[in-house]
């Protein structure tokens, strides 16, 4: 029977949030089984907790944010939710000082890193994967993201179309198998990416105040202004489907089903997980046991046994 996962003990990040600029500390916990993953703000007091679900996302400018009815927020989840998607991890406490989680590098390898050193434990729980029974989608303008059916896990094929010299066309569509050995080569070290004419208007809004070359690729009208360049050469495609994957684990079930998508972010990425679950007519919660060989299932990632960490800064 496929199990429930979470970390074999606490570990601790420290890194810079790319709203706010300011250093933001998250500590991540071992949870019981079917707890989910619940987000504290330790800053506040009383803390304020959340649980990681489609309804919670309120906010989709620039990131992925939890806001409750309140208005307390936690911003910039979806690099975390991507990385845990790639361990299977269903089951995390997740505590931080500010609205926000570290942007650390920009992309989803730091979280890699973190949660190999610690390491997992399964527990004595079934693990429930979300199986898409028929096909869902939704549109915005020209832009469309849609969930079908398949045989064979996870599957996600996503095409951007920006007009940028340093973009090259044939660059902007990529197919994954999903795996979290998959997603650890070919997705997770993918930075979130702007332009530079769009920082002036973001720091005017108080928006990505602690963002830098450090934590993103950046553009001028010409070129990529890191001095080290890509990651990938399709690193701009390879970091909207982290965001995806990040998105489409909102509520703590990996997708078994194929992702198509057209110039989606994550608000449209909100969107088809809520149409998703919106009829239970959509989707089935279901189990892989071993009586069940036959049944898709996906691999995850599978942290060394010792602990190598129990802090990480960036």
Same mark, same amino acid.
């Given at each position: ?10 570990? %601790? ?6 709203? %706010? ?5 998250? *500590? ?11 987000? *504290? ?20 400018? !620039? ?6 009815? +309140? ?8 690099? !975390? ?9 269903? +089951? ?20 890699? @890193? ?15 994967? #979300? ?69 002036? @208007? ?9 963002? %830098? ?8 009208? @010409? ?6 360049? #890509?990651? @990938? ?5 390879? $970091? ?12 703590? $079930? ?37 009586? $069940? ?22």
């Amino acid at each position: 029977m496929n199990k429930q996962r979470t970390l074999k003990q606490a570990v %601790s990040a420290t890194g810079i949030g790319l709203h %706010s600029g300011a250093k933001v500390e998250v *500590t991540f916990r071992p949870a019981p089984a079917n707890t989910g993953i619940i987000y *504290t703000r330790t800053d506040l007091q009383p803390n304020v907790s959340m649980r990681c679900e489609p309804d919670a996302v309120r906010d989709t400018q !620039l990131c992925t944010a939890l806001v409750d009815l +309140n208005g307390t927020r936690i911003s910039t989840v979806e690099h !975390l939710t991507a990385a845990l998607c790639a361990f299977g991890i269903d +089951n995390l406490y997740v505590d931080v000082n500010a609205p926000e989680l570290p942007v650390m590098d920009g992309s989803a390898h730091p979280f890699i @890193y973190l949660f190999e050193s610690t390491g997992l434990v399964e527990l004595d729980a079934p693990k429930y994967y #979300l199986r898409v029974a028929r096909k869902v989608r939704v549109e915005d303008q020209d832009k469309w993201a849609e969930l079908l059916p398949n045989e064979g896990g996870f599957k996600l094929d996503l095409t951007i179309d920006f007009n940028h010299p340093a973009m090259d066309r044939e660059l902007q569509h990529f197919i994954l198998q999903f795996s979290g050995p998959a997603f650890a080569r070919e997705l997770a070290r993918a930075r979130t990416f702007c332009f530079m004419r769009d920082v002036e @208007y973001m720091h005017a809004h108080n928006l990505a105040l602690g963002g %830098s070359l450090d934590n993103a690729v950046v553009l001028d009208d @010409y070129r990529v202004v890191n001095p080290d360049g #890509l990651r @990938y050469p399709n690193e701009f495609v390879k $970091h909207k489907m982290l965001d995806a994957v990040g998105d489409l684990y909102m509520n703590c $079930h990996n997708i078994l089903g194929d992702f198509k998508a057209y110039k989606t972010g994550h608000a449209l990425n909100n969107k088809l997980l809520r149409a998703l679950l919106s009829d239970e007519a959509n989707y089935e919660l279901m189990t892989i046991t071993d009586d $069940h060989k036959a049944e898709p299932a996906i691999e995850f990632l599978h942290p060394a046994s010792r602990s190598m960490a129990s802090t990480l800064s960036f």
